[in-house]
Nanobody
Framework: QVQLVESGGDLVQAGGSLRLSCAASGSIFSINAMGWYRQAPGKQRELVAAVTSGGRTNYADSVKGRFTISRDNGKNTVYLQMNSLKPEDTAVYYC???????????????WGQGTQVTVSS
């Protein structure tokens, strides 16, 4: 019904920048919160940043001041601008969205397939 497709993951040196994108498509009536999570090998998936439909944001303490989340409601797309990357930012980054599905008008939570971010020291 709804698909989330991430892009932008790459290998980058410490101190570098990347911009992740996640586009939602399918039977979408509206999208509430959208967010980015990450999971490093051997660790639990953790919230990186989230943004409401009204633009309110929250960030993990570890990325505050370095990462910026934004969204384009017209394109059903959320972005994560990552600056001053550190090796500890290495992880698979997943997009997440709370979507009200067209026709059903119920809210469901969806995940993307993930995109790899690797930061070399």
């Amino acid at each position: 019904q709804v698909q989330l497709v991430e892009s932008g993951g790459d290998l980058v040196q410490a101190g570098g920048s990347l911009r992740l994108s996640c586009a939602a498509s399918g039977s979408i009536f509206s999208i509430n919160a959208m967010g980015w999570y990450r999971q490093a090998p051997g660790k639990q998936r953790e919230l990186v940043a989230a943004v409401t439909s009204g633009g309110r944001t929250n960030y993990a303490d570890s990325v505050k001041g370095r990462f910026t989340i934004s969204r384009d409601n017209g394109k059903n797309t959320v972005y994560l601008q990552m600056n001053s990357l550190k090796p500890e930012d290495t992880a698979v980054y997943y997009c997440n969205a709370d979507v009200v599905v067209s026709g059903i008008f119920r809210k469901y939570n969806y995940w993307g397939q993930g995109t790899q971010v690797t930061v070399s020291s």
